[in-house]
């Protein structure tokens, strides 16, 4: 089992930066993939970026490539997600998931943390 626990949401201006982290704890393996997602009022839940436990391989959405960047501490067990330039479209629940290298779903969710961005 793997618990997942985000943080470091808040209210931001459009334009500032804004770092959310989340805390793994459980059992963990190096070729999991650690992703953030967010939702927004009506709308789905999308994708933000991913990246593995080890290793350099991320993969970002279009929205936010060039504006977000995905980190880790393995010795913390932590992974971030740098937010810059950030834009009211931003404005969202972003939530840290879990996905095991051998499954096509990821499977263990935070609770979610919100991060507003005000014009």
């Known amino acids: 089992q793997v618990q997942l626990v985000e943080s470091g949401g808040g209210l931001v201006q459009a334009g500032g930066c804004l770092t959310l982290?989340?805390?793994?704890?459980?059992?963990?393996?190096?070729?999991?993939?650690l992703g953030w997602f967010r939702q927004a009022p009506g709308k789905e839940r999308e994708f933000v970026e991913a990246?593995?436990?080890?290793?350099?391989?991320?993969e970002y959405a279009d929205s936010v490539k060039g504006r977000f960047l995905i980190s880790r501490d393995n010795a913390k067990d932590m992974v971030y997600l740098q937010m810059n330039s950030l834009k009211v479209e931003d404005t969202a629940v972003y939530y840290c998931?879990?996905?095991?290298?051998?499954?096509?779903?990821?499977?263990?969710w935070g609770q979610g943390t919100q991060v507003t961005v005000s014009s």
């Open positions: 982290t989340c805390a793994a704890s459980g059992t963990t393996f190096g070729s999991d993939i």
């Open positions: 998931a879990l996905k095991r290298y051998y499954r096509d779903e990821y499977d263990y």
């Open positions: 990246t593995r436990w080890t290793g350099s391989s991320t």
